[in-house]
């Protein structure tokens, strides 16, 4: 459609965890990882009750863990209900704490299987023990993983809808140390709807879900320099949110995000459009005499 918007009410229709977890494993045993980094994005299941929402999470971390190369926990879709209610800082606080607590066990039996192995013979490899051991990745400069501690702590980032309110999105900093958090990625779909008289948008806006795509684009944009001017650039910021240029894609950057992630841009302009927003990402380095993305992150957020 002309407005090149998507509204989407999938919720996470998914095998779960371990089918997930399973496949990825096959993949890696048939050489089909991927070189660049996996990030795995975390949701509950729509039959868990809010109470047990830290255990779930926790649990599907655990059955992923070796697989993702980062974590994204998404308490943002609106999509499942009261899943948004997550994103209070006390019900937050408390999934990252179990994530976290998650993590140390996986690390430590890590450890205990590295150590155990070395001084066993040499045998065939189990296909888990192609998990990577990530010390650290670079999001557009900055370093995702500097605040963990090395060998095989993954990053956990939060990711946040376009609808809290700046003061709600403070709240969520404040768990940024305590809990570790390595990111923001911002912004999920929002619920809200764009002002039309058009009868026909009209009636499309009035469907249930959440809305992507170019109305999304400022709101997700004042929501990264806002953070990024509340941690003063030390938390690297994933924006998504109506990118569909590389005009879009260097405003997100400007703004604080060091680095960016499509979805709607990709179903309406294919999948040459990273390609292109690369390509313009060069040329505007260029015209502002820039060598390196890391000099436009946050450079107009001041
Ligand atoms: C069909 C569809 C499914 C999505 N599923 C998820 C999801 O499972 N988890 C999530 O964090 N975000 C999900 N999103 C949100 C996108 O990742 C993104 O945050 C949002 O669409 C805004 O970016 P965009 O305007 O580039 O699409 C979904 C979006 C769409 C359109």
Redesign the pocket.
Known sequence: MPERI?I?R?G?NNPGAEAVAQALAEWRALGRWPSHPVGI?L?KSKITPLEKAAEDYANSFRALWPHGDFF?V?VS?PNTPNLRTLQDKGALDEILAAIQEAQKSEVKGQRSETRDQSTKPASPSRITDHAPVLHSFSVGGSRITSTLSPVTQKPILV?VAPDLSLEALDEILELAGPRKIAGIVA???TITRPDTNDPKLRRIYGEAGGL??PP?RARSTEIIRHLYRQTRGRLPIIG????FDAADAWEKITAGASLV?????LVYEGAGLAKAIVRGMQERLEEHGMKDLREAVGSDAQ
């Open positions: 998507i989407n999938m996470f994005n949701g994204v998404n879709s990711k912004t999920n779909t992507s795509g999304l998504v949110g109506g990118i992630q499509l979805y709607t841009g």
